[in-house]
Antibody, heavy 119, light 106 residues
């Protein structure tokens, strides 16, 4: 079965960087994109960006341009999201999700979430 | 970016109620619209894709409709496990966006 397993919670100081991992199983890794979504406490879901593991094309939300980098490691079927220059506003749960790549793409499987606290 | 606006932001309901949530896009997105359910402390779950297609395993009491700029999610008879927050999300633009959520409360 399809699974996305994320790395554990992180505590970072303002100005630092964080790198969250998302290890996939149960499907062909290079056939589906990976999307990253975050959710600040008590707030809505916020789309951060997307990466295609096949050709490592990326697409980032304008809000995060220049501060986020999404990568993949095909050999370990793992996607990564690195966010730099952290502030308290970046305190959130970060999710990875599989983009099903359909005509109307949707996020059909999700990781369990990684809490990043900036303090 | 395409803005997605949901209404209402919250609803107080009872088991057995019929409920309709609305999502409006800031421009025509045809049927490039998905719905997710999120329970407290859990990751979101895909319910509806392409505006009206039910994701595998999702109960038939959930249905979606609409096209263009106006969309709906309907739950025909609320069950205790349906009290959660629901989000719409557009896939028309490569820059995806979510609505602000609608929380269903007892």
């Amino acid at each position: 079965q399809v699974q996305l397993v994320q790395s554990g919670a992180e505590v970072k100081k303002p100005g630092a960087s964080v790198k969250v991992s998302c290890k996939s199983s149960g499907y062909t890794f290079t056939k589906f994109g990976i999307t990253w979504v975050r959710q600040a406490p008590g707030h809505a879901l916020e789309w951060m960006g997307w990466i295609d593991p096949y050709n490592v094309n990326t697409n980032y939300a304008q809000k995060f341009q220049g501060r986020v980098t999404m990568t993949t490691e095909t050999s370990t079927r793992t996607a990564y999201m690195e966010l730099r220059s952290l502030t308290s506003d970046d305190t959130a749960v970060y999710y990875c999700a599989r983009d099903d790549g359909g005509y109307v793409s949707s996020f059909d499987y999700w990781g369990q979430g990684t809490l990043v606290t900036v303090s | 970016d395409i803005q997605m606006t949901q209404s209402p932001s919250s609803l107080s309901l009872s088991v057995g109620d019929r409920v309709t949530i609305t999502c409006r896009a800031s421009q025509d997105i045809r049927t490039f619209l998905n719905w997710y359910q999120q329970k407290t402390g859990e990751a979101p779950k895909l319910l509806i894709y392409s505006a009206s297609s039910l994701q595998s395993g999702v109960p038939s009491r959930f249905s979606g409709g609409g096209s263009g700029t106006d969309f709906t999610l309907t739950i025909s008879s609320l069950q205790p496990e349906d009290f959660a927050t629901y989000y719409c999300q557009q896939s028309y633009s490569t820059l995806r966006t979510f609505g602000q959520g609608t929380k269903l409360e007892v």
